[in-house]
């Protein structure tokens, strides 16, 4: 049991490193109205993992910590991964899973980007929405379609749930 409990907390570590890396790494287009934060597509990791959501939180508040936004992207934009993460672990279907993130990253960030800086709300959410769209419905899926069809692979993800996953 306390071996489960080092392995869990040591994966969810690594995550978040991932997940700040790749955010900071990609910066020029990870914040703002137009923005394609590749590392959301690490958020698929909830489907077959559910306690992959503290290490994503972890890593989307972190990354926010270099936000242009804050300290509202810390609150809005943790809180939309956050909320993601809790609504992937629910659902048996891989890419109804990958439309959560979009859903709300595209109306909270923009409601963040409309009240913070004036931007239009709807405009906001469709270029937020669009970016996040192609991180994690494209390469996201893709990338994990790939990995679930390695035994090797979800061994090293730690999956435990939706190992049969077709689509």
């Given at each position: 049991m306390k071996n489960d409990?080092?392995?869990?907390?040591?994966?969810?570590?690594?995550?978040?490193?991932?997940?700040?890396?790749?955010?900071?790494?990609?910066?020029?287009?990870?914040?703002?109205?137009?923005?394609?934060?590749?590392?959301?597509?690490?958020?698929?990791?909830?489907?077959?993992?559910?306690?992959?959501?503290?290490?994503?939180?972890?890593?989307?508040?972190?990354?926010?910590?270099?936000s242009p936004m804050l300290?509202?992207?810390?609150?809005?934009?943790?809180a939309a991964t956050f909320?993601?993460?809790?609504?992937?672990?629910?659902?048996?279907?891989?890419?109804?899973?990958?439309?959560?993130?979009?859903?709300?990253?595209?109306?909270?960030?923009?409601?963040?980007?409309?009240?913070?800086?004036?931007?239009?709300?709807?405009?906001?959410?469709?270029?937020?929405?669009?970016?996040?769209?192609?991180?994690?419905?494209?390469?996201?899926?893709?990338?994990?379609?790939?990995?679930?069809?390695?035994?090797?692979?979800?061994?090293?993800?730690?999956?435990?749930?939706?190992?049969?996953?077709?689509?």
């Open positions: 409990l080092i392995r869990t907390i040591t994966r969810n570590a690594i995550v978040a490193a991932i997940y700040v890396v790749l955010t900071i790494s990609t910066s020029a287009f990870s914040f703002g109205m137009i923005q394609v934060r590749i590392a959301e597509a690490l958020m698929l990791l909830c489907f077959f993992r559910r306690d992959y959501i503290w290490g994503l939180t972890l890593g989307c508040l972190i990354a926010n910590l270099f300290p509202w992207d810390l609150i809005i934009g943790t909320l993601s993460c809790v609504c992937i672990c629910f659902v048996k279907q891989m890419l109804i899973a990958a439309l959560f993130p979009v859903i709300f990253n595209a109306f909270m960030v923009a409601g963040e980007l409309h009240f913070i800086l004036g931007e239009g709300y709807w405009i906001s959410a469709a270029f937020v929405g669009l970016g996040e769209f192609i991180a994690v419905c494209v390469v996201g899926y893709i990338l994990f379609m790939i990995i679930k069809r390695d035994k090797k692979g979800l061994e090293v993800l730690g999956a435990n749930r939706n190992l049969e996953v077709k689509w």
